[in-house]
T-cell receptor, first 112, second 107 residues
Framework: DVKVTQSSRYLVKRTGEKVFLECVQD?????MFWYRQDPGLGLRLIYF???????EKGDIPEGYSVSREKKERFSLILESASTNQTSMYLC???????????FGDGTRLSIL | EDQVTQSPEALRLQEGESSSLNCSYT??????LFWYRQDPGKGPEFLFT???AGEEKEKERLKATLTKKESFLHITAPKPEDSATYLC????????FGTGTRLQVFP
């Protein structure tokens, strides 16, 4: 079974802090994704990566950056956290092309 | 504009009462349609992939079907443990998620 592991289930940070969310997958998948999920808005794509050191902007990249130094690891960075970034953050991976994405259990991030 | 719409938003069923969830889509160049189950506070769990009209997939009490405009997730004789939010996602140039159907099954 595919396993996508997110480093924290719950995280509380302060406004202005730099925040790192880590994600690791164990199935040698090519693609990795970061989403946020908010009530009434569904899943929105922040960034994705098709290969090591490669990144593409999703629908809502503002205020975020990413890093993929190794194939199995994809990090989301909030450069200067703001209260409107309080959300559930979900990492996903997929083998390639039109293969299904597999999700981690999410990090519920609160910015105070 | 590519769009995915799920209905109903919420569904309450008695245990054993079969029903269907709908996912309608308008996209250019469908490459695949996926169904997920999401429990509160957890990430979506992959259920099915459908690639072409007429295709069907089954798993326990769930059966997914696909036409050129929509997909159905049929739930036969549901149990309380089937309670969850069911998400549909369509792969075109990018993956587009619907907002889900929240299913509650009462004993």
């Amino acid at each position: 079974d595919v396993k996508v592991t997110q480093s924290s289930r719950y995280l509380v940070k302060r406004t202005g802090e730099k925040v790192f969310l880590e994600c690791v997958q164990d199935m040698d998948h090519e693609n990795m994704f970061w989403y946020r999920q908010d009530p009434g808005l569904g899943l929105r794509l922040i960034y994705f990566s098709y290969d090591v050191k490669m990144k593409e902007k999703g629908d809502i990249p503002e205020g975020y950056s990413v890093s993929r130094e190794k194939k199995e690891r994809f990090s989301l960075i909030l450069e200067s956290a703001s209260t409107n970034q309080t959300s559930m953050y979900l990492c996903a991976s997929s083998l390639r092309g039109a293969q299904p994405q597999h999700f981690g259990d999410g990090t519920r991030l609160s910015i105070l | 504009e590519d769009q995915v719409t799920q209905s109903p938003e919420a569904l309450r069923l008695q245990e054993g009462e079969s029903s269907s969830l709908n996912c309608s889509y308008t996209v250019s160049g469908l490459r695949g349609l996926f169904w997920y189950r999401q429990d509160p506070g957890k990430g979506p769990e992959f259920l099915f992939t459908l690639y072409s009209a007429g295709e069907e997939k089954e798993k326990e009490r769930l059966k997914a079907t696909l036409t050129k405009k929509e997909s159905f997730l049929h739930i036969t004789a549901p149990k309380p443990e089937d309670s969850a939010t069911y998400l549909c996602a369509v792969q075109a140039d990018k993956l587009i998620f619907g907002t889900g159907t929240r299913l509650q099954v009462f004993p």
